[in-house]
């Protein structure tokens, strides 16, 4: 009897005991395998392999990284208004699904993630041990199937686009589709239109075209807004924050008396009051995936085509949708690829289309009644400052933009996050206000507030972020206003500028001036403003594309 308790105490205790070591000791040999190899993966592709060589002499050392990885956390989406409530370690800033890029520097933390790699980063940076930069290297590399695509390509896929892409023939004819062929014809036809009032030239492709096709915009464009639809993700604006466009045109849109029309019949686009950025808040847990919440906007599509007869009848050619969240792009590429999606997040290497697609602004608003609030800056000769930056470290770029610039030059302000109180925010516009060239450097993705800002603050914006395509690139000529630097080009930031003939930098500052109107929200809206400049885009890229079916 006595063996017998004791085998029962044995059993109960010791090899309770036992079991809990053997456990322990296998999780953290795993935990100790991970960090040293990543996790294993059916894929061999993506299996995440760091390797580190270096040299160190008395001042200078080099630092190598190469990495695959993969993406194991759920999409972290982070807006202006949520900054400051995450505490991150942005020494490598990869939490993000929609982040395609690890970049390294000197100090390296890494999160996993198992979402397949899209793009690998080779980075080799060149540390000084004192503040010298000289001799500072930084190179990035995209290991992708495509290269950056240059301003002067994006030109060249603008031309073939608009001269050879078209719409899905229409299933029957319509007197809309025959209005809009004829407003084509005018507008191709368009030479020497007279009356330019609040325009000039040299910030348009085509000042006569554009000039004919916004006048026939006006005269004749007619909009129907579906009714169908619940709130919050549809029909409720949120004219606030880094997603503001989406939600000012909605609520102008939707208000307006002049384009839209009751009866469907009438109408030559259709507009689906969609807002991506309560999409992505309001479903709960359930719709947390892009394929889930893309499902429930296929959802809203098979309505309309049901109750309607106008989606059917173009494919959803002659619709259109207007999207500032991130994930826009991601959403709608399935289920809304024939409509017209004017996008903030316009990365032409993720699916953006040149000529099909419209690249929408990023505004932020702080204040819905105030949206022209301290607009406005100083003259060039007042300008002391060459460029300015002050931003969270979102992304793989800005961490490397502050490590290369950051209290390396006096005339080059480039910050950190800066703090949100009253002061802090008045020295930030003045900074802006104060700055030659604003660097309007890539977060998370390739939009950024910044252009606008720049814009708004009468000050150069200096975009650095490859394949992003930037707004009403149809119509106007960025590089007249605008300098593009390559990511890869960043370390030569300064010399960069230092180059621009002060009478170049003059006149694109004073074009700065000439494009502010078409980057303005009006509460009710006014000629060439945001509003209208957004309508015109999607016309423009309806009327470009539009088939009529012939008549037997």
């Given at each position: 009897?006595?063996?017998?308790?004791?085998?029962?105490?044995?059993?109960?205790?010791?090899?309770?005991?036992?079991?809990?070591?053997?456990?322990?000791?296998?999780?953290?040999?795993?935990?100790?395998l991970v960090l040293c190899f990543g996790l294993p993966c059916r894929n061999a592709s993506c299996l995440s392999l760091v390797k580190v060589s270096g040299f160190v002499d008395s001042q200078v050392s080099l630092v190598k990284t190469e990495m695959k990885y993969i993406n194991v956390s759920t999409d972290v989406?982070?807006?202006?208004?949520?900054?400051?409530?995450?505490?991150?370690?942005?020494?490598?800033?990869?939490?993000?699904?929609?982040?395609?890029?690890?970049?390294?520097?000197?100090?390296?933390?890494?999160?996993?993630?198992?979402?397949?790699?899209?793009?690998?980063?080779?980075?080799?940076?060149?540390?000084?041990?004192?503040?010298?930069?000289?001799?500072?290297?930084?190179?990035?590399?995209?290991?992708?199937?495509?290269?950056?695509?240059?301003?002067?390509?994006?030109?060249?896929?603008?031309?073939?686009?608009?001269?050879?892409?078209?719409?899905?023939?229409?299933?029957?004819?319509?007197?809309?589709?025959?209005?809009?062929?004829?407003?084509?014809?005018?507008?191709?036809?368009?030479?020497?239109?007279?009356?330019?009032?609040?325009?000039?030239?040299?910030?348009?492709?085509?000042?006569?075209?554009?000039?004919?096709?916004?006048?026939?915009?006006?005269?004749?464009?007619?909009?129907?807004?579906?009714?169908?639809?619940?709130?919050?993700?549809?029909?409720?604006?949120?004219?606030?924050?880094?997603?503001?466009?989406?939600?000012?045109?909605?609520?102008?849109?939707?208000?307006?008396?002049?384009?839209?029309?009751?009866?469907?019949?009438?109408?030559?686009?259709?507009?689906?009051?969609?807002?991506?950025?309560?999409?992505?808040?309001?479903?709960?847990?359930?719709?947390?995936?892009p394929t889930s919440l893309a499902d429930h906007l296929k959802e809203y599509v098979d309505l309309i085509a049901g109750k309607y007869k106008f989606w059917n009848r173009t494919g959803g050619a002659d619709h259109f949708l207007v999207a500032c969240h991130d994930w826009g792009n991601k959403l709608t590429k399935?289920?809304?690829?024939?409509?017209?999606?004017?996008?903030?997040?316009?990365?032409?290497?993720?699916?953006?289309?040149?000529?099909?697609?419209?690249?929408?602004?990023v505004t932020y608003i702080r204040s819905a009644e105030s949206p022209l609030e301290y607009l406005g800056g100083k003259t060039p000769s007042e300008r002391k400052i060459l460029a300015f930056f002050a931003g969270s470290m979102h992304g793989y770029l800005r961490p490397i933009l502050l490590q290369l610039w950051?209290?390396?030059?006096?005339?080059?302000?480039?910050?950190?996050?800066?703090?949100?109180?009253?002061?802090?925010?008045?020295?930030?516009?003045?900074?802006?206000?104060?700055?030659?060239?604003?660097?309007?450097?890539?977060?998370?993705?390739?939009?950024?507030?910044?252009?606008?800002?720049?814009?708004?603050?009468?000050?150069?914006?200096?975009?650095?972020?490859?394949?992003?395509?930037?707004?009403?690139?149809?119509?106007?000529?960025?590089?007249?206003?605008?300098?593009?630097?390559?990511?890869?080009?960043?370390?030569?930031?300064?010399?960069?500028?230092?180059?621009?003939?002060?009478?170049?930098?003059?006149?694109?500052?004073?074009?700065?001036?000439?494009?502010?109107?078409?980057?303005?929200?009006?509460?009710?809206?006014?000629?060439?403003?945001?509003?209208?400049?957004?309508?015109?885009?999607?016309?423009?890229?309806?009327?470009?594309?539009?088939?009529?079916?012939?008549?037997?």
């Open positions: 009897m006595r063996i017998v308790n004791r085998l029962e105490r044995f059993q109960y205790s010791d090899i309770r005991r036992l079991l809990s070591g053997i456990i322990v000791v296998t999780v953290g040999f795993v935990v100790l989406d982070v807006d202006e208004d949520e900054k400051g409530k995450r505490k991150k370690d942005y020494s490598l800033d990869i939490d993000r699904e929609d982040d395609d890029v690890a970049i390294s520097k000197v100090k390296v933390e890494l999160n996993v993630s198992l979402e397949k790699p899209k793009m690998a980063v080779e980075s080799s940076v060149l540390v000084s041990g004192k503040d010298s930069r000289e001799g500072n290297v930084l190179s990035i590399i995209r290991h992708k199937q495509e290269a950056a695509v240059s301003i002067a390509q994006m030109n060249t896929l603008l031309i073939q686009s608009l001269s050879s892409f078209q719409s899905p023939k229409p299933r029957w004819s319509s007197v809309r589709d025959s209005e809009m062929l004829a407003a084509k014809t005018e507008i191709e036809n368009a030479s020497g239109v007279d009356g330019f009032i609040g325009l000039d030239a040299s910030v348009y492709r085509n000042i006569s075209k554009f000039q004919r096709s916004y006048d026939l915009m006006e005269r004749k464009l007619k909009v129907y807004v579906y009714k169908e639809g619940k709130k919050p993700i549809f029909h409720k604006p949120m004219p606030r924050g880094i997603y503001a466009s989406e939600g000012w045109f909605m609520k102008l849109m939707e208000s307006n008396k002049k384009f839209v029309v009751k009866d469907p019949r009438k109408a030559h686009l259709f507009y689906i009051p969609v807002s991506i950025k309560a999409l992505r808040t309001s479903l709960g847990r359930d719709f947390q995936t399935k289920h809304m690829k024939n409509s017209v999606r004017a996008l903030c997040n316009s990365n032409v290497a993720q699916g953006f289309r040149i000529g099909i697609d419209t690249a929408l602004p950051e209290n390396k030059e006096p005339d080059m302000k480039i910050l950190g996050p800066m703090p949100r109180d009253p002061q802090s925010k008045k020295q930030y516009r003045e900074y802006m206000k104060s700055s030659r060239y604003c660097i309007c450097a890539r977060g998370y993705e390739v939009h950024t507030p910044r252009v606008v800002e720049a814009i708004m603050n009468e000050c150069v914006p200096v975009i650095i972020a490859d394949n992003y395509v930037p707004p009403f690139f149809e119509v106007l000529e960025w590089e007249e206003f605008a300098v593009f630097v390559k990511e890869k080009d960043i370390a030569n930031l300064r010399n960069i500028l230092l180059s621009i003939p002060e009478e170049r930098y003059v006149g694109m500052q004073a074009r700065v001036n000439m494009v502010q109107q078409h980057f303005l929200w009006h509460k009710k809206p006014v000629k060439f403003d945001l509003f209208h400049m957004i309508l015109h885009s999607v016309w423009y890229s309806r009327i470009s594309r539009v088939k009529t079916r012939p008549r037997h």
